[in-house]
Protein backbone atom coordinates (compact mmCIF):
# COMPACT_ATOMS: atom_id res chain seq x y z
CA UNK A 1 0.00 0.00 0.00
CA UNK A 2 1.75 3.40 -1.25
CA UNK A 3 1.04 6.44 0.77
CA UNK A 4 -1.03 7.97 -1.92
CA UNK A 5 -3.51 5.73 -0.80
CA UNK A 6 -4.08 6.95 1.96
CA UNK A 7 -6.68 10.39 2.02
CA UNK A 8 -7.15 12.68 5.48
CA UNK A 9 -10.79 13.78 5.63
CA UNK A 10 -11.54 16.23 7.31
CA UNK A 11 -15.40 15.05 7.78
CA UNK A 12 -14.26 12.00 8.98
CA UNK A 13 -15.01 12.17 12.55
CA UNK A 14 -14.24 8.86 13.73
CA UNK A 15 -11.47 7.51 15.32
CA UNK A 16 -9.40 3.96 16.27
CA UNK A 17 -10.56 3.89 19.45
CA UNK A 18 -14.36 4.53 18.70
CA UNK A 19 -13.77 2.00 15.45
CA UNK A 20 -12.63 -0.26 17.24
CA UNK A 21 -14.47 -0.67 20.38
CA UNK A 22 -17.98 -0.22 18.61
CA UNK A 23 -17.32 -4.33 17.84
CA UNK A 24 -19.67 -6.28 19.89
CA UNK A 25 -17.20 -8.01 21.70
CA UNK A 26 -14.50 -5.48 21.91
CA UNK A 27 -17.36 -3.27 23.55
CA UNK A 28 -18.60 -5.99 25.73
CA UNK A 29 -15.34 -6.89 26.86
CA UNK A 30 -14.47 -3.13 27.79
CA UNK A 31 -18.20 -3.10 29.68
CA UNK A 32 -17.31 -6.30 31.89
CA UNK A 33 -13.78 -5.27 32.26
CA UNK A 34 -14.79 -1.57 33.90
CA UNK A 35 -18.06 -3.29 34.99
CA UNK A 36 -16.97 -6.46 36.67
CA UNK A 37 -19.10 -7.89 34.97
CA UNK A 38 -19.45 -11.02 32.66
CA UNK A 39 -21.71 -11.23 30.39
CA UNK A 40 -20.50 -13.33 27.08
CA UNK A 41 -21.33 -12.79 23.53
CA UNK A 42 -24.99 -14.16 23.95
CA UNK A 43 -25.87 -11.14 25.58
CA UNK A 44 -27.73 -8.82 23.26
CA UNK A 45 -25.63 -5.83 23.13
CA UNK A 46 -27.00 -2.63 21.30
CA UNK A 47 -24.44 0.40 20.23
CA UNK A 48 -25.74 4.27 19.74
CA UNK A 49 -23.76 6.81 19.11
CA UNK A 50 -23.87 10.92 19.82
CA UNK A 51 -20.92 12.98 18.31
CA UNK A 52 -17.83 11.55 20.34
CA UNK A 53 -19.80 9.22 22.96
CA UNK A 54 -20.73 5.12 22.28
CA UNK A 55 -23.73 4.60 24.16
CA UNK A 56 -24.25 1.09 25.69
CA UNK A 57 -27.60 -0.87 25.83
CA UNK A 58 -27.61 -4.37 27.19
CA UNK A 59 -30.60 -6.41 27.19
CA UNK A 60 -31.26 -9.93 28.41
CA UNK A 61 -33.28 -12.31 26.03
CA UNK A 62 -36.55 -10.65 26.24
CA UNK A 63 -35.23 -7.32 25.87
CA UNK A 64 -34.83 -5.30 29.16
CA UNK A 65 -32.41 -3.20 30.32
CA UNK A 66 -29.98 -5.22 32.56
CA UNK A 67 -29.51 -3.55 35.87
CA UNK A 68 -31.24 -0.54 33.95
CA UNK A 69 -27.93 1.12 33.38
CA UNK A 70 -26.51 2.72 30.39
CA UNK A 71 -22.95 4.01 30.07
CA UNK A 72 -21.44 6.22 28.25
CA UNK A 73 -17.72 6.34 26.91
CA UNK A 74 -15.70 8.96 25.50
CA UNK A 75 -11.60 8.35 24.52
CA UNK A 76 -9.23 11.60 24.28
CA UNK A 77 -6.26 12.14 23.73
CA UNK A 78 -5.94 15.53 25.04
CA UNK A 79 -7.23 16.54 28.82
CA UNK A 80 -10.26 18.03 29.13
CA UNK A 81 -11.63 19.38 32.49
CA UNK A 82 -15.66 19.87 30.70
CA UNK A 83 -16.15 16.24 30.22
CA UNK A 84 -19.04 16.51 33.43
CA UNK A 85 -20.65 19.20 31.10
CA UNK A 86 -20.74 17.54 28.13
CA UNK A 87 -22.09 14.55 29.80
CA UNK A 88 -24.73 16.62 31.30
CA UNK A 89 -25.44 17.44 27.74
CA UNK A 90 -25.34 14.03 26.39
CA UNK A 91 -27.69 12.02 28.99
CA UNK A 92 -30.16 15.51 29.02
CA UNK A 93 -30.75 14.77 24.89
CA UNK A 94 -30.99 10.87 25.68
CA UNK A 95 -33.79 11.84 28.51
CA UNK A 96 -35.27 13.99 26.35
CA UNK A 97 -35.44 11.39 23.86
CA UNK A 98 -36.87 8.79 26.19
CA UNK A 99 -39.35 11.45 27.49
CA UNK A 100 -40.67 12.60 24.49
CA UNK A 101 -42.12 8.64 23.31
CA UNK A 102 -43.93 9.22 26.15
CA UNK A 103 -45.12 12.82 25.89
CA UNK A 104 -48.75 11.96 27.08
CA UNK A 105 -47.18 11.09 30.19
CA UNK A 106 -44.48 13.29 30.60
CA UNK A 107 -47.04 15.65 33.25
CA UNK A 108 -49.20 13.13 34.40
CA UNK A 109 -49.53 11.03 37.51
CA UNK A 110 -47.16 8.31 36.26
CA UNK A 111 -43.42 8.52 36.31
CA UNK A 112 -41.30 7.57 33.45
CA UNK A 113 -38.67 5.24 34.50
CA UNK A 114 -35.20 6.20 32.72
CA UNK A 115 -32.11 4.20 32.73
CA UNK A 116 -29.48 4.49 35.36
CA UNK A 117 -26.31 6.09 33.74
CA UNK A 118 -22.86 5.58 33.74
CA UNK A 119 -19.98 8.21 32.32
CA UNK A 120 -16.48 7.33 31.72
CA UNK A 121 -13.31 8.75 30.12
CA UNK A 122 -10.62 6.99 28.74
CA UNK A 123 -7.49 8.56 28.32
CA UNK A 124 -3.87 8.30 26.00
CA UNK A 125 -2.65 11.36 25.39
CA UNK A 126 1.19 12.33 25.58
CA UNK A 127 0.34 14.63 28.66
CA UNK A 128 0.93 13.28 32.56
CA UNK A 129 -2.24 12.51 33.75
CA UNK A 130 -3.15 10.13 36.69
CA UNK A 131 -4.51 6.40 36.60
CA UNK A 132 -7.95 7.05 37.51
CA UNK A 133 -9.78 9.87 39.45
CA UNK A 134 -13.21 11.15 39.42
CA UNK A 135 -14.04 14.48 37.48
CA UNK A 136 -17.07 16.18 39.18
CA UNK A 137 -19.69 18.78 37.78
CA UNK A 138 -19.69 20.71 40.50
CA UNK A 139 -15.72 21.50 40.26
CA UNK A 140 -17.03 24.04 37.71
CA UNK A 141 -19.48 25.92 39.87
CA UNK A 142 -18.45 29.61 40.72
CA UNK A 143 -19.82 28.97 44.48
CA UNK A 144 -18.80 25.47 45.96
CA UNK A 145 -21.17 23.88 48.61
CA UNK A 146 -20.82 20.54 49.77
CA UNK A 147 -24.28 18.90 48.72
CA UNK A 148 -24.23 20.61 45.31
CA UNK A 149 -28.03 20.19 44.11
CA UNK A 150 -27.03 18.91 40.67
CA UNK A 151 -24.05 16.45 40.33
CA UNK A 152 -22.48 14.27 37.56
CA UNK A 153 -19.39 11.71 38.33
CA UNK A 154 -17.36 11.09 35.36
CA UNK A 155 -14.71 8.10 35.86
CA UNK A 156 -10.99 8.62 34.27
CA UNK A 157 -8.80 6.06 32.90
CA UNK A 158 -5.71 6.71 32.10
CA UNK A 159 -5.04 3.67 29.50
CA UNK A 160 -1.73 4.67 28.19
CA UNK A 161 0.34 1.51 28.14
CA UNK A 162 1.91 0.96 31.29
CA UNK A 163 -0.90 2.33 33.51
CA UNK A 164 -3.73 0.66 34.54
CA UNK A 165 -2.15 -2.96 34.28
CA UNK A 166 -5.40 -4.72 36.10
CA UNK A 167 -7.94 -2.96 33.96
CA UNK A 168 -6.02 -3.55 30.61
CA UNK A 169 -5.02 -7.24 31.81
CA UNK A 170 -8.66 -7.71 32.33
CA UNK A 171 -9.69 -6.39 28.54
CA UNK A 172 -7.58 -7.53 25.95
CA UNK A 173 -9.06 -5.50 22.90
CA UNK A 174 -7.99 -2.30 25.38
CA UNK A 175 -4.24 -3.41 25.90
CA UNK A 176 -3.78 -4.08 22.38
CA UNK A 177 -5.38 -0.63 21.45
CA UNK A 178 -2.89 0.50 24.41
CA UNK A 179 -0.06 -1.02 22.91
CA UNK A 180 -0.48 0.11 19.31
CA UNK A 181 -0.93 3.71 20.99
CA UNK A 182 2.36 3.54 22.50
CA UNK A 183 4.40 2.18 19.23
CA UNK A 184 2.63 4.88 17.11
CA UNK A 185 4.53 7.61 19.80
CA UNK A 186 7.62 5.70 19.77
CA UNK A 187 8.18 5.57 16.02
CA UNK A 188 7.44 9.24 15.89
CA UNK A 189 10.23 10.01 18.98
CA UNK A 190 12.54 8.19 16.41
CA UNK A 191 11.74 11.07 13.65
CA UNK A 192 9.10 9.24 11.90
CA UNK A 193 6.81 10.89 9.65
CA UNK A 194 3.45 9.99 11.16
CA UNK A 195 2.29 8.18 7.87
CA UNK A 196 5.44 5.88 8.36
CA UNK A 197 4.79 6.31 12.13
CA UNK A 198 1.60 4.63 11.97
CA UNK A 199 2.06 1.95 9.31
CA UNK A 200 4.99 0.55 11.13
CA UNK A 201 2.98 0.53 14.40
CA UNK A 202 0.36 -1.46 12.33
CA UNK A 203 2.65 -3.88 10.53
CA UNK A 204 4.62 -4.80 13.97
CA UNK A 205 1.18 -5.15 15.87
CA UNK A 206 -0.49 -7.21 13.07
CA UNK A 207 3.21 -9.39 13.46
CA UNK A 208 2.86 -9.80 17.23
CA UNK A 209 -1.14 -10.72 17.12
CA UNK A 210 -2.14 -7.39 18.52
CA UNK A 211 -5.55 -6.85 17.09
CA UNK A 212 -4.41 -8.48 14.08
CA UNK A 213 -7.52 -9.64 12.40
CA UNK A 214 -8.94 -5.89 12.53
CA UNK A 215 -5.63 -4.26 11.50
CA UNK A 216 -5.48 -6.60 8.58
CA UNK A 217 -9.08 -5.29 7.62
CA UNK A 218 -8.88 -2.24 8.11
CA UNK A 219 -5.34 -0.91 7.71
CA UNK A 220 -5.80 2.16 5.67
CA UNK A 221 -8.62 3.34 7.77
CA UNK A 222 -6.49 3.10 10.63
CA UNK A 223 -3.29 4.77 9.25
CA UNK A 224 -6.01 7.54 8.17
CA UNK A 225 -7.32 7.64 11.37
CA UNK A 226 -3.70 8.20 12.77
CA UNK A 227 -2.79 10.82 10.65
CA UNK A 228 -6.16 12.90 10.82
CA UNK A 229 -5.96 12.80 15.01
CA UNK A 230 -2.06 13.64 14.44
CA UNK A 231 -2.74 16.45 12.43
CA UNK A 232 -5.53 17.75 14.72
CA UNK A 233 -2.95 17.21 17.90
CA UNK A 234 -0.30 19.21 15.97
CA UNK A 235 -2.98 21.67 15.21
CA UNK A 236 -4.24 22.30 19.11
CA UNK A 237 -0.35 22.46 19.82
CA UNK A 238 0.40 25.07 17.81
CA UNK A 239 -2.11 27.85 18.65
CA UNK A 240 -0.93 26.98 22.86
CA UNK A 241 2.35 27.54 21.32
CA UNK A 242 1.24 30.67 19.41
CA UNK A 243 -1.02 31.79 21.89
CA UNK A 244 2.46 31.42 24.83
CA UNK A 245 4.80 32.94 22.42
CA UNK A 246 2.40 36.18 22.02
CA UNK A 247 1.95 36.72 25.36
CA UNK A 248 5.72 36.62 25.68
CA UNK A 249 6.05 39.48 23.12
CA UNK A 250 3.47 41.60 25.10
CA UNK A 251 5.49 40.77 28.24
CA UNK A 252 8.50 42.21 26.35
CA UNK A 253 6.88 45.33 25.24
CA UNK A 254 5.87 45.99 28.86
CA UNK A 255 9.33 45.67 29.86
CA UNK A 256 10.05 48.37 27.53
CA UNK A 257 7.56 50.74 28.11
CA UNK A 258 8.29 50.61 31.58
CA UNK A 259 11.93 51.61 31.09
CA UNK A 260 13.41 48.27 30.86
CA UNK A 261 16.33 48.45 27.84
CA UNK A 262 17.21 45.73 25.27
CA UNK A 263 20.00 44.52 27.42
CA UNK A 264 17.53 44.24 30.75
CA UNK A 265 15.46 42.20 28.49
CA UNK A 266 18.72 39.72 27.22
CA UNK A 267 20.22 39.59 30.76
CA UNK A 268 16.92 38.83 32.70
CA UNK A 269 14.35 37.93 30.10
CA UNK A 270 16.69 35.20 27.82
CA UNK A 271 15.42 37.49 24.61
CA UNK A 272 16.13 36.82 21.20
CA UNK A 273 17.25 39.76 18.68
CA UNK A 274 13.84 38.43 16.40
CA UNK A 275 11.68 38.75 20.35
CA UNK A 276 13.08 42.26 21.42
CA UNK A 277 12.52 43.25 17.46
CA UNK A 278 9.01 41.90 17.52
CA UNK A 279 7.92 43.79 21.01
CA UNK A 280 8.96 46.92 19.91
CA UNK A 281 6.62 46.36 16.88
CA UNK A 282 4.16 46.69 19.40
CA UNK A 283 5.15 49.77 20.74
CA UNK A 284 5.42 51.42 17.58
CA UNK A 285 9.18 51.36 17.57
CA UNK A 286 9.45 48.73 14.12
CA UNK A 287 11.97 51.32 11.85
CA UNK A 288 14.24 51.65 15.36
CA UNK A 289 17.29 48.95 15.13
CA UNK A 290 18.22 46.29 17.98
CA UNK A 291 20.85 47.69 19.96
CA UNK A 292 23.69 45.45 20.11
Known sequence: MSKENVYVN???????????FSIKENCLALYNAVSGTDYTEDAELQIETLENSIFLKIYNDVSFVISG???????????????????????SDMYKATAMKRRNDLYGEGMIKLPNPTFMVFYNGPDEAPEREMLRLSDAYEHKTESPE??????FFNINYGHN????????????????SYRVRENLKTGMEIYEAATKAVDSCIEDDVMRD????????VIQMHVLDFDE??????LKENADSRRRILDLAQMLSRGGT???????????????????????LADVSCAK
Open 69 to 91: TINLYEHQSTINPNMPLRDLFYI
Open 214 to 221: YLIKEKAG
Open 10 to 20: REYKSSVFKAY
Open 262 to 284: EADLRRFLDATEEEILLAKKELG
Open 233 to 238: EKHDRL
Open 150 to 155: LELLVH
Open 165 to 180: KDLLDKCRPLRDYAIL
